[in-house]
């Protein structure tokens, strides 16, 4: 290696250290700070604590990050720490927020394979995107999985893109393993990848993709079904209301922004694709298609707004391939871009606001209805959505939600409570799109209602607790 190249890979090793540290002292700002109040973050101390002192979930899901967290909290048990609440928080909150940075390692491998010899401020900016924009920053605390199986995702994306290019066995297998843990981890990251995969062998084998193409469906719904059945049977059925939302607004802008990006792209691959050999050009292809599956404005805008948050891995990838051939006044317009999204992004997440389901009051007050549980083992306590993770964590207790109050929970428990929350505007503000005004259908962000046959047993600023009489 000459003196020039090592120099220019110092900077690029060097300028992706300090991004690390960057992202990394963001995500633990805002983990630590708002104490995991956001969105549904009692979800996941509390899978964890249930996997410590029962060895399985409270809930079915995929069980890669619980497991990872109730194993170091028990790895560091070992040096005579308690396992207790403190500490399974610490761990969550540790692990959430080193998860992004890691996602630069398998970055600068693409980096090197995307034939980027030579540092540059683009590439410094394109790092600087994947860890420090939207897209990341936002999967924080109540998105714990997301941001875990994206980083694993990039390193199945390097993997991969190493074993197109060397056809190394070793290569492989390391994308495959990736993969799996993808699976294992989180739902939606999974099936972008499945996505993404499916597309590129269309792309690559052309008619010869139907057998790979069934054998990678197949496993992995198999691979879904072992850990979570309703899931498998969701990914099964998802064609049943793909197509049934009608777009919003906020899609259509979604739509315009990335038919405009695919567009720019494909108009480089065009004028660039003498560069590229038969894989590079199946997977450049492929990355551009996403945009157009994804954000077509006839897919079901819930469906298209989930998988639209991994389209920044696209633009990422798709910067990498075209950097080396772009010209300066390309490279500067992109940086400009990606800066700016990266400013805002990191104004918006140290100066913004962002709603949290429940306050320290709220959890302070939670603990205050202890003795209203006399017998925690055969007591259920219902709730609205994400607030149940919250009593369950501080209370001990079975919770569930208005929808699931029929007569098999009410045999199943001998004590059934009713918790209502009270002007939480914070938790107004976190919820999804509701229903049309017209409709009166019952969503479960909704306070659950309170049936006749019910007393209060404990009030407070923020909750009252009912008692169901059986």
């Given at each position: 290696?000459?003196?020039?190249n090592l120099?220019?890979?110092?900077?690029?090793?060097?300028?992706?250290?300090?991004?690390?540290?960057?992202?990394?002292?963001?995500?633990?700002?805002?983990?630590?700070?708002?104490?995991?109040?956001?969105?549904?973050?009692?979800y996941?101390?509390?899978?964890?604590?249930?996997?410590?002192?029962?060895?399985?979930?409270?809930?079915?899901?995929?069980?890669?990050?619980?497991?990872?967290?109730?194993?170091?909290?028990?790895?560091?048990?070992?040096f005579?720490?308690?396992?207790?609440?403190?500490?399974i928080?610490?761990?969550?909150?540790?692990?959430?927020?080193i998860?992004?940075?890691?996602?630069?390692?398998?970055?600068?491998?693409?980096?090197?394979?995307?034939?980027?010899?030579?540092?540059?401020?683009?590439?410094f900016?394109?790092?600087?995107?994947?860890?420090?924009?939207?897209?990341?920053?936002?999967?924080v605390?109540?998105?714990?999985?997301?941001?875990?199986?994206?980083?694993?995702?990039?390193?199945?994306?390097?993997?991969?893109?190493?074993?197109?290019?060397?056809?190394?066995?070793?290569?492989?297998?390391?994308?495959?393993?990736?993969?799996?843990?993808?699976?294992?981890?989180?739902?939606?990251?999974?099936s972008?990848?499945?996505?993404?995969?499916?597309i590129?062998?269309?792309?690559?084998?052309?008619?010869?993709?139907?057998?790979?193409?069934?054998?990678?469906?197949?496993?992995?719904?198999?691979?879904?079904?072992?850990?979570?059945?309703?899931?498998?049977?969701?990914?099964l059925?998802?064609?049943?209301?793909?197509f049934?939302?009608?777009?919003?607004p906020?899609?259509?802008?979604?739509?315009?922004?990335?038919?405009?990006?695919?567009?720019?792209?494909?108009?480089?691959?065009?004028?660039?694709?003498?560069?590229?050999?038969?894989?590079?050009?199946?997977?450049?292809?492929?990355?551009?298609?996403?945009?157009?599956?994804?954000?077509?404005?006839?897919?079901?805008?819930?469906v298209?707004?989930?998988?639209?948050?991994?389209?920044?891995?696209?633009?990422?990838?798709?910067?990498?391939?075209?950097?080396?051939?772009?010209?300066?006044?390309?490279?500067?317009?992109?940086?400009?871009?990606?800066?700016?999204?990266?400013?805002?992004?990191?104004?918006?997440?140290?100066?913004?606001?962002?709603?949290?389901?429940?306050?320290?009051?709220?959890?302070?007050?939670?603990?205050?209805?202890?003795?209203?549980?006399?017998?925690?083992n055969?007591?259920?306590?219902?709730?609205?959505?994400?607030?149940?993770?919250?009593?369950?964590?501080?209370?001990?207790?079975?919770?569930?939600?208005?929808?699931?109050?029929?007569?098999?929970?009410?045999?199943?428990y001998?004590?059934?409570?009713?918790?209502?929350?009270?002007?939480?505007?914070?938790?107004?503000?976190?919820?999804?799109?509701?229903?049309?005004?017209?409709?009166?259908?019952?969503?479960?962000?909704?306070?659950?209602?309170?049936?006749?046959?019910?007393?209060?047993?404990?009030?407070?600023?923020?909750?009252?607790?009912?008692?169901?009489?059986?």
């Amino acid at each position: 290696m000459s003196i020039f190249n090592l120099y220019n890979k110092n900077r690029t090793i060097l300028s992706f250290w300090i991004l690390g540290l960057l992202s990394l002292f963001t995500r633990a700002y805002v983990n630590f700070s708002q104490n995991l109040l956001i969105g549904n973050g009692g979800y996941y101390p509390l899978q964890v604590r249930t996997v410590l002192e029962r060895g399985e979930l409270a809930f079915p899901d995929m069980p890669f990050l619980f497991y990872l967290d109730a194993g170091i909290v028990k790895f560091i048990s070992l040096f005579g720490f308690t396992q207790s609440d403190e500490l399974i928080l610490f761990v969550v909150k540790t692990v959430d927020s080193i998860s992004i940075p890691l996602l630069l390692i398998p970055l600068y491998k693409i980096v090197t394979l995307t034939h980027n010899k030579q540092y540059s401020t683009s590439i410094f900016m394109t790092a600087m995107f994947s860890v420090l924009a939207f897209y990341t920053l936002t999967l924080v605390s109540g998105t714990q999985k997301n941001s875990l199986a994206i980083t694993l995702l990039f390193f199945a994306i390097a993997s991969f893109m190493e074993w197109l290019k060397t056809q190394q066995t070793r290569s492989i297998i390391l994308a495959l393993i990736f993969l799996i843990l993808v699976g294992i981890t989180h739902f939606g990251t999974f099936s972008f990848a499945l996505l993404l995969l499916v597309i590129f062998l269309i792309y690559y084998y052309k008619k010869r993709a139907v057998i790979p193409l069934i054998i990678v469906v197949l496993t992995s719904l198999s691979l879904i079904y072992f850990f979570d059945p309703t899931r498998s049977e969701r990914l099964l059925l998802i064609w049943q209301n793909l197509f049934a939302g009608k777009p919003r607004p906020p899609q259509m802008l979604m739509m315009l922004v990335y038919f405009a990006i695919a567009i720019v792209a494909f108009y480089g691959y065009r004028k660039y694709k003498s560069n590229f050999n038969h894989p590079e050009k199946a997977l450049i292809l492929t990355f551009i298609s996403l945009f157009f599956v994804i954000t077509t404005p006839i897919i079901d805008p819930q469906v298209s707004g989930r998988l639209s948050v991994f389209l920044f891995i696209p633009i990422v990838i798709l910067i990498l391939y075209f950097g080396p051939l772009i010209t300066r006044k390309w490279h500067v317009a992109i940086s400009t871009v990606l800066g700016l999204t990266v400013s805002i992004s990191i104004g918006m997440t140290f100066f913004g606001n962002p709603p949290a389901d429940v306050s320290k009051a709220d959890l302070d007050d939670l603990k205050n209805m202890k003795p209203y549980i006399k017998d925690p083992n055969h007591t259920v306590v219902i709730s609205r959505h994400n607030l149940e993770f919250w009593v369950a964590w501080s209370l001990h207790v079975d919770v569930s939600q208005e929808s699931k109050f029929d007569e098999t929970l009410i045999n199943d428990y001998d004590h059934i409570l009713i918790l209502n929350q009270i002007e939480n505007k914070e938790a107004e503000r976190n919820r999804p799109p509701q229903p049309e005004p017209e409709s009166n259908e019952r969503n479960h962000f909704d306070q659950p209602l309170i049936p006749e046959n019910s007393s209060l047993i404990y009030t407070s600023k923020q909750f009252k607790l009912y008692r169901f009489q059986k």
